[in-house]
């Protein structure tokens, strides 16, 4: 049994900072890309950065250079640190990950999503 439980989300006023966490447990053999996403109430859910296994990141055109997504290995985590955010930036925020579970089975997981609310 795989699980991801995401941390880290909350209410910031406009120009603030968060960091969100997301850490993946259970029988976990490898984790290969990790992702945030993000969905607005009424709204598809829409890819806000990526870090792939050997650490290359990608980011959505209205987040670069404002967030950064990292992550650990070791406690098979991914942050996701938000600066300078603005009143756009409010939704839910889903970690995803690309692994493979015990007995060689590889598929994506997601988080239950953690609230972020940025105040003008």
């Known amino acids: 049994q795989v699980q991801l439980v995401e941390s880290g989300g909350g209410l910031v006023q406009a120009g603030g900072s968060l960091r969100l966490s997301c850490v993946a447990s259970?029988?976990?053999?490898?984790?290969?890309?990790m992702a945030w996403y993000r969905q607005i109430e009424g709204k598809e859910r829409e890819l806000v950065a990526t870090i792939l296994g050997g650490g290359g990141t990608n980011y959505a055109d209205s987040v670069k250079g404002r967030f950064t997504i990292s992550r650990d290995n070791v406690k098979n985590t991914v942050y996701l640190q938000m600066n300078n955010m603005k009143p756009e930036d409010t939704a839910v925020y889903y970690c995803n990950a690309d692994l493979i579970s015990a007995g060689g089975s590889r598929r994506a997981y997601w988080g239950q999503g953690t609230l972020v609310t940025v105040s003008s």
């Open positions: 259970g029988t976990i053999v490898g984790i290969k890309n």
